[in-house]
Each structure stands twice: as C-alpha cells, then as structure tokens.
C-alpha cells in the first residue's frame, strides 16, 4: 500500500425539506474545489468538457472568520454569482486560502437553457449541521446543508 492520498469525493444525504452533501477530500483545497463542483451538480447539468462554448476564467473571493464559516461564504458567493449574474461555474481551482479567506478560479459561462438544463434551485448554503474537520491521515471532511 503507497501512501497517496485519497482522491476528492462527495455524496447527498437526505435531510427533512432540504438537500445535505457530505464532502471528503486529501487537502483542504481540494475539498472548497470539491464542494464547488457539488454545489453546480446540483444546480444544473452542463455539457461535457470541451463543448461549444469554452467559457472564460472568473476570479472568486470570499472571507470569514472561521473555516467552517469560510466554505459557506465560499460557496454562497458561487450560488450568488449563479442567481445573480446567470453564471454557470466549473473547472474550480483555490488559488490562495487561509484561515480567514479564499480566493478560486473557475470557468464561467452564461446560463443557456438550450446548453443548460436546471435541477435544483437551491435557496441558501446553510450553518445547519455544518461541518468541517481535518481526519487524522484521511484528509478534510465536510458536512453541509442547502436550502432548497
């Protein structure tokens, strides 16, 4: 057995009126990119890589006080950007994170619903039953609850 990390992984759980996902990734980096992915899974389904459209760089920020609390102002701003702007998001990479903030990168394109049919419509990225925590040689572990 080699000592690679485990690769980046997520799944839904069933939560009373609202969708929760459990996030499990080697870095921390790798689980806010995780995450990400996740959120725009659930949000709508794309094209594979390398469609019609390419899409352009988009930079992200975010900053909070705590970690748990900076993965929910990281992906509230996504869901943000989604609701607000039309954008959809991918190929998500952390480019600067600390404790009090972050900064990604992703590939942006204008929401089209001849390219993008819709899944879910998520309300808020919730602090009900959040959790982030470090597992001792397993990497970072997450646990979040969307409002749908």
Do not use: C, N
């Not at 080699?2 to 009126?17: E, I, K, L, N, V």
């Not at 102002?73 to 190929?91: K, P, Q």
Request: net charge negative; no cysteine.
């Amino acid at each position: 057995m080699g000592d690679a990390a485990p690769a980046a992984s997520y799944s839904w759980f069933d939560h009373t009126a609202d969708i929760g996902l459990e996030v499990t990734a080697p870095t921390l980096e790798a689980l806010f990119e995780t995450a990400a992915t996740a959120l725009f899974d659930l949000l709508v389904e794309t094209p594979a890589a390398g469609g019609a459209s390419g899409g352009e760089k988009r930079e992200i920020r975010a900053a909070a006080g705590s970690g748990a609390e900076l993965l929910v102002r990281w992906l509230s701003e996504l869901l943000y950007l989604h609701d607000a702007e039309g954008l959809v998001l991918r190929g998500f990479e952390i480019v600067e994170l600390r404790e009090d903030r972050v900064t990604g990168r992703a590939v942006s394109e204008r929401y089209d619903p001849v390219r993008h049919r819709p899944r879910t419509q998520i309300k808020a990225v919730t602090y009900h039953q959040l959790l982030l925590q470090r597992q001792e040689g397993e990497g970072w572990k997450a646990r979040l609850v969307f409002d749908v």
